[in-house]
């Protein structure tokens, strides 16, 4: 099988000198690497297990949804937003909602995830509701910034089709427990389920991602032969031929060295969202106080998302000589979806002649190359993750490889990657302060800490 590649030439000390990686770092690493091996083998860790299941309804379902609605809206927040975002603009183009209907025969795509009031306001009035599927995505089933978006959209349904409102909606939650689950079976909703064990930033297999894949269209087959590739490939215990160990073992590393930033920069946009994604993964995975034996250890890795060449004329002055606190992966695709020449004209000009009969696509990846260049003679480490191109087989690899990566540093770290306890602590704090029932300790203590006066 052809896969994706990470080149981690230029995190070694050979290509950057003092702040590069050498043997006796790996082996100072070798007790937490193989701790980690141990868990992230565990048969249980079911996220691994996703790309094997059955889809079949799901891509039906979608089908359906493709063929009866013009637009396509999902309301969710965090996991239950990054994995579909990021596949629906992975494979789709990014003008896609602003193509001819008729030409392209694909609803539009709209994913809500912030309660900005302006935002709803705008969406909500101008879109046309009555050909619109509303795909409610909530594990919990109880974060309310999404409750609080399908009540508006669901009132706003019920007053333009009162008896056939529920025909608009598809409900993605947690088949225990949600409310969700409570409200979709008392009106008969469809609903598709998140196993139990699987938690929002681990989702993306999951009918939360499949269900986007099956509506826009994409290669759902294909990309999770992807992932499943890649996973076999990272049963290898040897971190050294396994990508995601590699990439978790080179970040954990530079950790430990004091580099803690991580920033990924695709050099395509289509990838831009994938960076989205990956940030929560990461943060949310690897940001915590206690270890796993309860020591505090504050431990993880500040991910940033930046965009090639875009964020060469903004970011990089600061990734090329600031604090040595980086490290940069860059991903590169070799062939993007479509060439786009630059055309022969004005070459009398001097400083327009070279760019003539050349191509975007070789512009974007000589910037590429230029600042792996850049950011080697500077001593500053970079990895790249290479694809041969924008298929939806190579993004299923890069979705798992990354997955399977995170737990992987979660498990050097010593710490939970599958929990979120920070995130836990603010929905409580936004509950208390909205007045729902059983959290007046908590508002109690927000009015001393944050001197709120409640005059409601
Ligand atoms: O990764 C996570 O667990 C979180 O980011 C959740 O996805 C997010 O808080 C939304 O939760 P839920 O899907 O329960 O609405």
Redesign the pocket.
Known sequence: MEKIVIDYTNMMSESIGVHGINDDDFISVKGDIERAVKRITDKQLMFRRLPYENIDKIVEYGKYIRSNFKNFLVL?????ALGPKAIFKSTCGRYHNEYKIDKVPLPKFYFEDNVDPDRIYDLINTIDLENTCINI???????IE?LSQMMIFIDALQKLKPDSWTDNLVFTTDKDNSVLLDIGKKYGIKMFYIPQEI???YSIFTPVGILTAAVCGCDIHSMLKGARDMNELCNNEDYTKNPAFMYAVLQYISMKRGKNISIMMPYTDSLKFVTDWFS?LWA?SLGKKYDIDGNVVNAGQTPVRALGSVDQHSQLQLYMEGPFDKVVTLIKVDKHRYKMPIPTIFEDSSELKFLCNSSLNKLINSELEAIIYALTQNGRPNIVINLPSLDEYYLGQMFIMLEIGTAFAGYMLNINPFD?PG?EHG?ISTYALMGKEGFEERRKSLEITNKIKFLV
């Open positions: 969710g927040i965090g996991g239950s995505i909530s594990k919990s089933g109880k974060t999404t938690g929002g930033r929560q949310e979120q995130v929905k």
